[in-house]
């Protein structure tokens, strides 16, 4: 009996310090955790008032650090193609029949025979939002980070990892992702305003380079709405260009400004050695946050349309100046395409001026002003039109998954007809038979293009068999002589101005010879 009563006590005593001893453990996480948030409070405070840059960096540094997050990630990536032993034997039972050079396997047979290559990839993110009842963070990083990962390592600032990450959404055309992950005790950056950006702006850049939790690097802003070429042609590039260091692992960490807010995601570098070699670049907080909210709600990202293809009025003023347009700024309608929001609302060589009552300045600030509104809101623009203002209203449609699927290839035709060899394109009367060729719909007016030289200057604005130009500077051509004629009043030098309809809708060509 004293031997149960002593094993019983012991026990008692075993529960009372262990439990204790898990008591203590949390109280301490409790106490760090609030020493934590008391810390960036503290930051935030002397920032709003911080007189000078002397202890500002410091202060950020507390302020935004406990948010910043490295991710690790696991992906499957198939292997290079490579010739499988025996060759012989494989050709022997599967002949080479569509002349590729190797053996015509059964689908997924190499597959099976060269299983996938797993890739590691290092990464940054940032808490941006916390749910505390349901206790889960959400991060924002870059799509190139964490898009298609199998496995994801998170770890905080505080140390702590975490396997329980998981891709809610992913944008490719943004280059951004978010994260959920069942956390507690974590303390969320602020969002900031990037349009109140400007050149000579100072901002922190905080990641993982190189896997190196943790780090902080300060620069300028040296540019804004910049286009680098990474996305691809239909990709949302507006990029803040900026002279902090960033380099690998920086991808996905947040740049942020002197307030300790986050204005940007650090996404690339352009470099020749694969290191930071002065310039960086980051998307701008507000495009961020309208894909973040947009992923986090639904799991893709629903983006207004005008269906035009436009251009920078600064990067062709020649072209702007021959529709009569006398400004420095604007963005210029190119192409309209059928059936879209924009067809028979905006025309070929419109120059936009103001989106909504605002300076529309450049292509890259337009698409994303548009992309962040939601289908069905009219956009009332100002363009010029001839030299002269007018105001357009669009409602704005939903921007399809694939754009470029409403581009079609043309067939080429030989055909014999009137010549302008000076830009090097043949044209020709349109005729059932051609209309039907080039499945030219409703248009029925207008010199269509039979063929084109290849080294010419037509060949280069573009131009191919199938086009109809339906107007030369401004004037409508009904006829194949009527576009031979317009075009011998018109000094190629100087530039010629063409309107030219299509399956993909009207757009405008701007001919110069250098």
């Known amino acids: 009996m004293k031997t149960w009563r002593r094993s019983f006590f012991t026990a008692i005593v075993l529960l009372v310090v262990l439990g204790g001893g898990y008591l203590f453990i949390e109280s301490g996480r409790d106490r760090r955790f609030a020493r934590a948030e008391a810390d960036v409070r503290d930051a935030r405070e002397k920032l709003a008032g911080e007189p000078s840059l002397i202890g500002v960096f410091k202060q950020v540094g507390k302020a935004v650090e406990p948010s910043v997050v490295q991710i690790n990630v696991k992906k499957t990536a198939k292997a290079p193609r490579r010739m499988l032993p025996d060759d012989d034997m494989l050709r022997r039972f599967f002949p080479d029949r569509d002349g590729d050079g190797e053996p015509d396997l059964p689908e997924g047979f190499r597959d099976r025979l060269e299983p996938p290559d797993?890739?590691?990839?290092?990464g940054s993110g940032v808490i941006i939002e916390f749910d505390k009842d349901a206790k889960k963070a959400y991060i924002i990083t870059n799509n190139h980070v964490a898009g298609g990962a199998e496995e994801m390592l998170i770890t905080l600032a505080d140390g702590r990892e975490v396997t329980s990450g998981k891709v809610i959404g992913a944008d490719p055309k943004s280059d951004l992702a978010v994260v959920r992950a069942d956390l507690d005790r974590v303390i969320p950056a602020k969002w900031g305003d990037s349009e109140t950006l400007e050149k000579g702006d100072w901002i922190l850049a905080f990641g993982s380079p190189f896997g190196y939790v943790g780090s902080m690097t300060h620069g300028i802003v040296s540019a804004l709405h910049r286009r680098a070429g990474l996305l691809g042609s239909m990709g949302y590039?507006?990029?803040?260009?900026?002279d902090a260091p960033i380099n690998p692992g920086n991808s996905g960490g947040p740049l942020v400004n002197l307030q300790g807010e986050v204005v940007g995601i650090n996404c690339a570098i352009a470099s020749r050695s694969g290191g930071f070699q002065g310039i960086g670049f980051a998307i701008p907080s507000n495009q961020a946050k309208f894909v973040y909210e947009q992923l986090k709600a639904k799991g893709k990202v629903i983006r207004g349309w005008l269906g035009v293809s436009i251009s920078d009025v600064s990067r062709d003023k020649a072209k702007a100046q021959s529709l009569g347009f006398k400004g420095e700024w604007g963005v210029l309608v190119e192409q309209t395409f059928p059936k879209t929001p924009a067809h028979e609302k905006l025309l070929p060589g419109d120059v936009i001026v103001e989106l909504d009552g605002k300076p529309a300045k450049t292509l890259e600030d337009l698409r994303d002003k548009i992309a962040r509104m939601a289908p069905g809101t009219d956009l009332k623009l100002k363009v010029v039109r001839e030299g002269k203002?007018?105001?357009?209203?669009?409602?704005?449609?939903?921007?399809?998954?694939?754009?470029m699927a409403l581009r079609t290839p043309l067939k080429t035709p030989a055909t014999k007809d009137a010549s302008?060899?000076?830009?090097?394109?043949?044209?020709?009367?349109?005729?059932?038979e051609l209309g039907e060729k080039f499945d030219l719909g409703d248009v029925r007016n207008g010199a269509v293009i039979t063929s084109v030289d290849r080294r010419s200057v037509a060949a280069e604005a573009g131009l191919r068999p199938g086009d109809v130009i339906t107007h030369v500077a401004g004037k409508p051509v009904k006829t194949a002589d009527a576009f031979v004629e317009a075009m011998k009043a018109q000094d190629l030098k100087k530039g010629i101005r063409l309107t030219v309809a299509g399956r993909d809708g009207s757009r405008l060509v701007f001919l110069r010879q250098e």
């Open 118 to 122: 797993t890739l590691q990839g290092t």
């Open 389 to 403: 203002n007018v105001e357009v209203t669009v409602k704005l449609g939903e921007q399809p998954d694939d754009v």
């Open 420 to 432: 302008t060899e000076a830009i090097g394109l043949r044209v020709s009367d349109i005729t059932p």
């Open 237 to 242: 590039e507006n990029f803040i260009q900026v």
